[in-house]
């Protein structure tokens, strides 16, 4: 196997490590600079988040990561095998988190969160006026609180460092600079 990806060389590639939720690779490349070496990446779901307008509120959810501690950030998750898309996966994440569905959706793109560590990519969805039904947020999700909070002290938050998920903070820049403009 021998793969050209951009200035670099993929010469072979071996499974260091493989989980139901990842695999771990290490290729042997030949670096940009005509070097050889090593590359250490880790193949995940993609996934995603939901900025979610409810009565011009919006839904941020709270919660403690194994990793990262407590944390506000928008609803979501891994889009899983059995979704038919990146949209599929907001809706059931969003109806999952917070009980709420339906609304209008617009896609608002994607981004690499950690381009040096995976090819993953966050899709960001946002939904205006969807309608409250029951969460059904799975086990590890059972200290999640759900805040309703303006468009402003979401900004603050990212600043201040409440929101610290960068795909949420993302979403939430884009809807604030929409505002503005």
Do not use: K, N
């Amino acid at each position: 196997m021998t793969e050209r990806q951009g200035p670099w060389i993929c010469h072979g590639r071996v499974s260091l490590c493989a989980t139901p939720g990842l695999t771990a690779y290490r290729d042997e490349v030949t670096l940009p600079h005509g070097e050889r070496g090593t590359y250490d990446w880790v193949q995940v779901p993609d996934q995603v988040r939901v900025a979610a307008l409810v009565d011009g509120a919006l839904l941020v959810v709270e919660q403690y990561h194994y990793l990262a501690g407590p944390m506000w950030q928008l609803p979501g998750g891994s889009v899983d095998p059995v979704d038919r898309g990146s949209r599929t996966a907001a809706q059931r994440e969003l109806a999952e988190e917070t009980g709420y569905r339906d609304g209008r959706w617009r896609d608002r793109g994607s981004l690499h969160a950690l381009p040096g560590l995976t090819p993953a990519r966050v899709h960001l969805w946002s939904t205006i006026d969807p309608t409250p039904f029951c969460a059904a947020p799975e086990p590890a999700e059972a200290d999640l609180v759900i805040r309703h909070i303006s468009l402003d002290e979401a900004v603050f938050a990212v600043r201040d460092g409440r929101l610290r998920c960068a795909a949420s903070a993302v979403l939430v820049m884009m809807l604030a600079l929409e505002r503005s403009l």
